[in-house]
């Protein structure tokens, strides 16, 4: 066997041990209300940087946002500090909604002209 086949055998074993390894975080920690609230905003951020998104619509994407956060800890305050599975199905089709908006703000005429509006 040359050095290449054994290279190749390596390799191949390798890789699914590798990819095993790679998955430190679990469904939750990648699914939750917070990580997906962190994730948003820094999409937000990212828009304002490299100018997709315009000051005025960043501070309306902040302020759904913060609207959103509200409505999250009343949630929280009326269920002991616990969403239920009813509160996590409605803030996740919220973020749904505000992940479009966020989206639509960064593909704009006004930022973008060269990607239309859906």
Not at 77 to 104: E, F, M, V
Request: net charge positive; no cysteine.
């Amino acid at each position: 066997m040359n050095w290449k086949a054994t290279l190749l055998a390596a390799s191949l074993v390798a890789l699914p041990v590798s990819n095993l390894l790679a998955q430190s975080t679990t469904y939750e920690q990648r699914h939750s209300v917070n990580a997906r609230d962190a994730n948003q905003q820094a999409r937000i951020n990212k828009g304002v940087a490299d100018g997709q998104i315009t000051p005025k619509g960043a501070a309306a994407a902040d302020a759904h946002q913060a609207h959103l956060n509200a409505e999250q800890s009343k949630m929280r305050a009326a269920d002991n500090g616990h969403l239920t599975a009813q509160d996590r199905h409605k803030i996740a089709r919220q973020q749904d909604r505000t992940s479009q908006h966020i989206y639509d703000r960064n593909h704009n005429a006004a930022t973008d002209p060269g990607v239309p509006p859906r």
